[in-house]
């Protein structure tokens, strides 16, 4: 990996001791583990809630249709209980990970850009240049390009994408059919 000099003077910049991308269940899981641990975590996802798309909810959603929801709850409760080790960044997007060999010799620095000014319920959240609690979830444009933030790191967590749930359909096992999962892993 390269290591570069040039950033946007506008960047944000925090330290962690981990950076966890995606907050689907095994990104949940990992931040929430860490912070219980003791260690300073960044939890990154471009979607406005947590839980991922295993975990896709509207807000206020009671769960009552959802596979695991008294897990998601464990861990929804695990990041609230640490958000003051956790720092959630909903509605951002990694566009570059990298090795760091000035300040935080053997880490790493991860950019994200802002893709959605996000809210959300009972989780602390930092969007931009604020930090607050919110009662619901909502996402919006975000200005003009996004506003950049730059995380440096000990560790980086990849846990992105790593389910697809499907619905059964006549013939969906014969040899030959994929669905829109199988189809994006070929």
Not at 3 to 16: G, I, K, N
Not at 22 to 42: D, E, I, K
């Amino acid at each position: 990996m390269t290591t570069s000099r040039a950033e946007p003077a506008a960047a944000r910049r925090d330290r962690h001791d981990l950076v966890v991308l995606g907050a689907g269940p095994a990104g949940l899981a990992a931040a929430v583990t860490a912070a219980t641990a003791g260690a300073r975590v960044a939890l990154i996802d471009a979607g406005p809630r947590p839980g991922g798309q295993y975990w896709r909810h509207r807000p206020g959603d009671d769960g009552a249709s959802h596979h695991g929801w008294p897990t998601f709850r464990r861990l929804l409760h695990g990041l609230t209980a640490h958000a003051d080790r956790i720092t959630y960044l909903p509605g951002h997007s990694v566009w570059h990970v990298e090795r760091t060999a000035d300040e935080f010799p053997g880490g790493f620095r991860t950019h994200a850009v802002t893709t959605h000014a996000v809210t959300t319920h009972a989780v602390t959240t930092h969007t931009e240049a604020t930090h607050a609690v919110a009662t619901r979830a909502v996402a919006t444009p975000p200005p003009r390009g996004g506003s950049e933030r730059v995380v440096d790191s000990r560790t980086v967590v990849v846990a992105t994408r790593a389910y697809d749930r499907q619905l059964p359909f006549l013939g969906w096992t014969l040899p030959g059919v994929f669905t829109a999962g199988a189809r994006r892993r070929c």
